[in-house]
T-cell receptor, first 118, second 115 residues
Framework: AQKITQTQPGMFVQEKEAVTLDCTYD???????LFWYKQPSSGEMIFLIY??????QNATEGRYSLNFQKARKSANLVISASQLGDSAMYFC???????????????FGTGTSLTVIP | DTAVSQTPKYLVTQMGNDKSIKCEQN?????MYWYKQDSKKFLKIMFS???????INETVPNRFSPKSPDKAHLNLHINSLELGDSAVYFC??????????????FGQGTRLTVV
């Protein structure tokens, strides 16, 4: 089974509007961390935001916020006031707590390509 | 200033050749990774090292051999390159802490093209 599922291969949003990028995850570990990365066309991977499984509040970082619904196992990224520079691939990733001693790998989703329209 | 640096950024080579990609991090991190990003942009773990010790070796052909001479370096050597090896290879690192909230820092990637 896929650990991370991103069902939107591509999304379009008007400049200055908000957009939600979906991410669902699968784990039986009660302790885990969820991450979002941005990959612009230049190719680098840029960390955006983190949410821990025990965090009571949704994470926010500037225009990025994470809509964390634990019961639904979803961790959607919300970008407010979209800018042209937000056009990029966005990846959701997870690291499980039980992996602490066995590798600490990040599981990535297939990504969502976001295009911001002027 | 660069936190995780990979060389080269681009690599074009013929089938059957042997090539290496170097990775260095100056963050003092204990854990380093190699990820492969295929043409569909999917990122898959290849190897994970913790304090120079191999922790994860996913189902990767034996032609791929990682080497960690010290904690700050994790190089990837590929023998007998095949067309299917064409991809972007990312090196990444993170602190070797139990805290879940530490993100991975990625290098800029190496685009390998096998012709």
């Amino acid at each position: 089974a896929q650990k991370i599922t991103q069902t939107q291969p591509g999304m379009f949003v008007q400049e200055k509007e908000a957009v939600t990028l979906d991410c669902t995850y699968d784990t039986s570990d009660p302790s885990y961390g969820l991450f979002w990365y941005k990959q612009p066309s230049s190719g680098e991977m840029i960390f955006l935001i983190y949410q821990g499984s025990y965090d009571q509040q949704n994470a926010t970082e500037g225009r990025y916020s994470l809509n964390f619904q634990k019961a639904r196992k979803s961790a959607n990224l919300v970008i407010s006031a979209s800018q042209l520079g937000d056009s990029a691939m966005y990846f959701c990733a997870m690291r499980e707590g039980r992996q602490v001693d066995t590798g600490n790998q990040f599981y990535f989703g297939t990504g969502t390509s976001l295009t911001v329209i002027p | 200033d660069t936190a995780v640096s990979q060389t080269p950024k681009y690599l074009v080579t013929q089938m059957g050749n042997d090539k290496s990609i170097k990775c260095e991090q100056n963050l003092g991190h204990d854990t380093m990774y190699w990820y492969k990003q295929d043409s569909k942009k999917f990122l898959k773990i290849m190897f994970s090292y913790n304090n120079k010790e191999l922790i994860i070796n996913e189902t990767v052909p034996n032609r791929f051999s990682p080497k960690s001479p010290d904690k700050a370096h994790l190089n990837l050597h590929i023998n007998s390159l095949e067309l299917g090896d064409s991809a972007v290879y990312f090196c990444a690192s993170r602190p070797g802490t139990r805290l879940l909230g530490t993100e991975a820092f990625f290098g800029q990637g190496t685009r390998l093209t096998v012709v």
